[in-house]
């Protein structure tokens, strides 16, 4: 049995139950909305499955929910946060206007957020850079669970990473947003719940043995990356751009052991704006549109970013489609 609930009523719900938890109202909304939209978007491995684990890394004391991000202005095009062991998401809306000031003003921007937690999708970050005209890129780095190409324990995070660009006179902006293990641990997680076994060739097993046993690779195993050896090469890059570059933790460099049921990796967010307007064409959005038009010629069945624009619409005119028990469970969590 579903209930629909109106994208509002959820992200209020949502708000709710992070700031029974401690989180700051204005920190609340944000990853309330965060939350929410992933739920809204299909992106089910990031929506109200995760609030388990934020509220259990808050109240385990891992992650700080009053957090006050410190923006350190470093460089023309250079904007460093310390999250101070509070949400990625915070920090970034702290820091984004500053960013958008400098992208616009020098032609780039990174943004450098360390000290810092994430436990959702990656889009949301860079769709409304690229509604205000930027192209962005950003990567986090998580926590060991990913065997680097070739090797036999895990060091890399599920490491994803995002790419938004405005397409003139599209409705959404072109968005690609994926885990570079073969597959998130959320749907890893999913699978365990349902049952189900994962794909060949996504994770090994304690032993270092190939298994599609999504409970083998939760309990001591590990995943693979995507694509072998290049998918290993791409999360290398994100461990050295989401830490090392941040001053954030590598994914093997946290030790969350004394603090029970925390599900948020403390590291670090790469962001990466770029104003097309300063490129060597006329118009950037053209060029973008006009691929689009080749791809969708080439006979592609779909774009990145087209399932999720038709999970929102609908959701958006018939509401979000949420079980009873689940939506019971968050409205327990509201008052609990
Ligand atoms: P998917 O493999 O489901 O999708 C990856 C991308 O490919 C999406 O942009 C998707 O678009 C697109 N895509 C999928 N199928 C097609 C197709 N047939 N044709 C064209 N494009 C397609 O994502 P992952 O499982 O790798 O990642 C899931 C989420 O997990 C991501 O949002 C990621 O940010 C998140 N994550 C977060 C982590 C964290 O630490 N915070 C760690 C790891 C992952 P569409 O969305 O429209 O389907």
Redesign the pocket.
């Known amino acids: 049995m579903q209930s629909a609930v109106a994208y509002p009523d959820l992200i209020a719900l949502l708000k709710a139950i992070f700031v029974r938890n401690g989180v700051r109202e204005d920190a609340a909304a944000i990853l309330a909305e965060n939350c929410a939209m ?1 739920e809204r ?3 089910h ?2 929506g109200i499955f995760r609030m388990k684990g934020y509220i259990d890394s808050l109240r385990s004391g891992w992650v700080n929910g009053a957090a006050v991000p410190i923006i350190e202005d470093s460089a023309p095009s250079f904007c460093r946060i310390d999250a101070e062991n509070g949400f ?1 998401q915070v920090a970034l809306a702290a820091g984004r206007r500053l960013a958008i000031e400098k992208a616009r003003d020098t032609g780039v921007c990174v943004l450098a957020i360390r000290n810092s937690h ?6 949301p970050d860079v769709e409304p850079f690229a509604r205000e005209g930027l192209v962005a890129l950003s990567a ?4 060991a669970c990913t065997v680097p190409f070739d090797g036999r324990s895990p060091l890399f ?6 790419f938004a660009a405005p397409v003139r006179g599209a409705s959404n902006p072109l ?7 073969a ?5 890893v997680q999913m699978a365990a719940r349902a049952g189900k076994a994962l794909p060949e060739h996504s994770g090994v097993d304690a032993s270092g043995a190939p298994t599609t046993d999504p409970q083998a690779v939760l309990n001591g195993g590990a995943l693979l990356t ?1 694509g072998g050896h290049k998918g290993s090469s791409i999360s290398m890059m994100i461990e050295l751009l989401g830490a090392a570059l941040t001053g954030g933790n590598f994914s093997f460099e946290f030790d969350w052991s004394q603090y029970a049921g925390a599900q948020t ?1 403390h ?1 670090g967010q790469f962001i990466l704006l770029i104003d097309p307007a300063r490129g060597g064409t006329t118009g950037f959005g053209d060029r973008a549109a006009n691929l689009v038009e080749k791809m969708m010629g080439a006979e ?12 929102r619409k609908k959701a958006l005119e018939n509401g979000i489609y949420i079980t009873k028990d689940n939506l019971a469970t968050l409205q327990a969590m509201a008052q609990a």
Not at 157 to 162: C, D, K, L, M, Y
Request: proline share 6%; hydrophobic share 35%; charged share 15%.
């Open positions: 992933c978007d299909g992106s491995s990031h990625a994430h436990l959702s999708a990656l889009w986090v780095n998580s926590f995070g599920t490491n994803p990473i995002a968005v690609f947003d994926l885990a570079t293990s597959m998130s641990n959320g749907d995507f990796p590291t592609v069945s779909r774009l990145p970013g087209d399932r999720r624009n038709s999970a």
